[in-house]
């Protein structure tokens, strides 16, 4: 399967400031890539579709301001959560798809922990 | 709206043994996918096994195998000779393709299995 990675894994910022995770498609060009929310104990909450080269597709009740994607080659997709606050702090995860079957392969995921 | 359900929240198993996890889920589409991915503590996803809807065969991956049953919309997940390092999280799938933004993958809450040494 394809081979994905984030970056960074774990990051701490203030209130207020924003911060950018890079998902990184290593061996697969994709042209979609998906954004998840995870928090403690909890499942998986898709956050927004990438599309290379155009606007990504948020679902119901993600503020598209807040989560600005950025999906620029067919390798690279950003999140970047701008004016972070405590709330934010969760695990994020992106994925590819393109499977054969249309499975999905996954980042490790970024800690974002707002201070 | 397709929903996927695991009615299980924890389950434990002796090492060696064998554990069924069960998933359902609701849906009028005939066409798509099912998997089972798991989450040890580190988090990282991995996909344990995937199911297209139009094949009648059960899948199978090694120790890993489900039971498909397409009219009862039920996909649960058999793990045989259990191992330590089967214990994580376990998330049933559900994927309708239809390319782009459509091929997203709706997670039931989870089975956090645990295997007992």
């Known amino acids: 399967g394809a081979v994905v990675s984030q970056h960074p894994s774990w990051v701490i910022c203030k209130s207020g400031t924003s911060v950018k995770i890079e998902c990184r498609s290593l061996?697969?060009?994709?042209?979609?890539m998906f954004w998840y929310r995870q928090f403690p104990k909890q499942s998986l909450m898709l956050m927004a579709t990438?599309?290379?080269?155009?606007?990504?597709?948020?679902e119901q009740g993600v503020e598209k301001d807040k989560f600005l994607i950025n999906h620029a080659s067919l390798t690279l997709s950003t999140l970047t959560v701008t004016s972070a606050h405590p709330e934010d702090s969760s695990f994020y995860i992106c994925?590819?798809?393109?499977?054969?079957?249309?499975?999905?392969?996954f980042g490790p995921g970024t800690r974002l922990t707002v201070t | 709206a397709q929903t996927v359900t695991q009615s299980q929240p924890e389950m434990s198993v002796q090492e060696a043994e064998t554990v069924t996890l069960s998933c359902t889920y609701d849906?009028?589409?005939?066409?798509?996918?099912l998997f089972w991915y798991k989450q040890p503590p580190s988090r990282q996803m991995i996909l344990v096994i995937r199911?297209?809807?139009?094949?009648?065969q059960n899948a199978t991956e090694n120790r890993f195998s489900v039971n498909f049953q397409k009219a009862a919309k039920s996909f649960s997940l058999k793990i045989s000779d259990s191992q330590l390092g089967d214990t994580a999280m376990y998330f049933c799938?559900?994927?309708?393709?239809?390319?782009?933004?459509?091929?997203?993958?709706?997670f039931g809450t989870g089975t956090l299995l645990a295997v007992q040494p």
């Open positions: 994925s590819v798809g393109g499977g054969i079957s249309y499975e999905q392969y």
């Open positions: 849906t009028s589409e005939s066409n798509y996918y």
């Open positions: 061996d697969f060009q994709a042209t979609t």
């Open positions: 990438s599309n290379e080269g155009s606007k990504a597709t948020y």
């Open positions: 199911q297209e809807a139009y094949k009648q």
């Open positions: 799938a559900f994927m309708k393709p239809g390319g782009g933004a459509t091929n997203k993958l709706i």
